[in-house]
């Protein structure tokens, strides 16, 4: 009899496994369908409870598609199965044995929001690994304007939160777009020890020393001088009417009409470079939810616990995905057998061309039900990249 390797029962058995290693007390009526739920999201790459159920075969052949369909949206609606909570417990895990193979200790930190149509808006953090990310902590909202997915407590929430998620080995950098112009953000961050990079708006005020008035006087971010192959820095300008002291980078203008304007705590030579780290730290994890990888837009008229459920264990298929990913680009003897192309060298230069989400996906595609042994660690040990 041919041996099949990976089954969708070794799968979910894999994930059971972590999810009692990482949350002893789970409820077991909760471990009984979660991994489950993981295994149908990643093979049908899919969020929709009927797809989902669709991939699920041996013991749910022998039920109703109908029935498998509504037993995932009670865990979705179960008012005991707490989404915030089990993702704690996850990237708790994860982030106590990650592997940081840089010399530094720099590990940068997003902030930014998602919106799913005029649906759902999400406001996460993501750490940056490599060219993209993983989730960290989010919360979400129904409707694209419920003030409470921009109120700056929430925001602090997320920011200590993820403050106490790491070792003080690391150094922390929050890096946010336009949308988190806060002076209480930036003092929080500062406050907790960690570096801030924010890009501003370029109509925010600023007590600025002018030469030829000599003496400090009020102009817009956008009055500040500007070169065009250069950046320019300013060190210990006072921000706002609150005159919060910062430092403020200003990108060259070469092939722009709007320069990023920067402000941070820490060394201004850095900044734009931090900064640079933003889109793919963040951008990736929304593309893998959306049109890369699992169509979370497809899932509409929710109930906000329906959507929050469903997109905590979706936050989780894409943690894992993307550690799979990671674990092949770090263990390439475990996989000599397994051609996937995840780079191209160009003049020399070596240079990634498949994500380490979609190397995962692929590798986990290729590994079920497969008639060859394909390595599927189920430790949720992530590597730097």
Known sequence: MTKVYNTQEDIASGFAKFLQIADPDIRKTQLNIIPYIL???????SLVAVDIAKHLKDEFSLVQLESVTKRIKRLFTNKYFEPYLFYDKVIRHVIASYKKKHADKRVHIILDHMFSHDNYTVFMITMRLGSQGIPLW???????DDPQAFNENLLIEGISYVSNLFSNDFDLIFLADRWFNSISLMKHIDTLGHTYVFRLKHNLKVLHYDKKEEHKIWKTLNDLPTLKYHPVKFKDIELTEKKYKT????????NTDEPWILATNANPNRAIKDYGYRFGGVESVFKNQKSNGFYLENTVNASLKYFESMYTLACTAILYLTILGSDFAKNRRCYKKIKIKTHVTTKGTKKRTMSLFNTGLTLFH?????????????TFILYDS
């Open 366 to 378: 290729k590994a079920f039900h497969s008639l060859m042994y394909i390595r599927l660690p189920f």
């Open 247 to 254: 430092n403020i980078v200003i990108s060259d203008a070469i």
């Open 39 to 45: 295994f149908g999201m990643i093979d049908a790459e």
């Open 138 to 144: 989010f919360r979400c909202f129904h409707g694209n």
